[in-house]
């Protein structure tokens, strides 16, 4: 499925994603930044499928939570460091994020405890997941990040803005003029 299929409905990309989901085969959707690869400007979107959610050990692999019914959606659209002005990397830090989080939400052995953060990760149901018409883009699920408080007055705040807005436009007029007498010197 492409990248718009995940909230898309046309050539049955709807009816394909509520099998999925009512299949329970999502584990987990990933959504990443744009600018990632040198051939797309476009953001991707990991999927990650898994038959059984049940946590069994499987050959090679330990035991995990049961995850039946759930699905975990990780916003990782902000992450990223501008290499230049085309090219965006996804730091280790941000990719050990990623990955501890998916690990910690299947319960993994040796993995933090899994946590909702607001704006980043969300581990929804399938109930969730269908109240949105099957839509699985991440950014619906995981929400805003919380903001900080910002305890300073309304009225004080503007006072303060206003007056550094202003000493700002009249730092511009001193420059502007600066600039236009060193045009007319140069006879411009």
Known sequence: LANGSMSSNQSGEGEIRKALIASDLVDCMIALPGQLFYTTQ???C??????DKSGKPTAGHKPCRNRKGETLFIDARKLGVLMDRTHRELIDE???RIAGTYQAWRGEPEADD????PGFCK?????EIASHGYVLTPGRYVGAEELEEDDELFEEKMERLTKKLYAQFEESAKLEAAIRENLRRLGL
Request: glycine share 0%.
């Open 114 to 117: 899994y946590e909702d953060v």
């Open 42 to 44: 476009i953001p991707a």
């Open 94 to 96: 941000e990719l050990a």
């Open 46 to 51: 990991l999927w990650f499928v898994a038959r």
């Open 123 to 127: 581990s929804a149901t399938l109930e």
